[in-house]
């Protein structure tokens, strides 16, 4: 009777603890689990934020590219201006003013659209992306000029008589404006084929 009685105590503990052990096995098995579906959770957030951070990159990149393209052509546009304008001032020199102050007007406008050009140049030299177009430019500032005989003209208008250019004169001044001419197409030119697009400038011509 004392065995079965020592038996039937031992009975309830032992399966109390067996139901422990199932309890704290069961634990563990949804603490491995969830560790793996907060580390699986955590991966996809993990890739969720490289991806975003790499869209977000490429809109700051393409962002920037654009600003700096807009800024060379901003810059471009200022060039050609006033190397178009320089190119008009040098055929209006080829035809010669008939008086002083057509002439010294002619050398003013002139002087300002050259300080234009330079600034514009400096600007452009540093930004440019194109070895021949930077290399352009600074020949174009080397040869940049009109031509125009102001020192003979104020001679000649003393002397109370017209004003012309002799053959000498008027071939120096359609040379020059040529040259002018010249050059503007190529830097126009070189612009484009860096920007591949069409930068705004007034077109130019011979003028025959």
Known sequence: MGQSGQVSIWVPIVVGVIGLIGVIFGQLINAQREDRRWKRDQQREDVRWKRQREIELLRLTQESRSQWRDIRLQTYGKLLQAANRIVQL???AEYA???EVEAQT???????KKDEFLNAALEAVIMTESPKLGS????????LGIFFPIGRMRKVLAEGKRFYFDDDERKRASSTHRRNLDYYIRLRDLIKEELGVVVEGSEVSSGG
């Open 106 to 112: 002619l050398f003013d406008e002139y002087n300002r």
């Open 97 to 99: 003013p008939k008086t």
């Open 90 to 92: 040098s055929r209006e």
């Open 136 to 143: 352009h430019i600074g020949e174009y500032m080397n040869q």
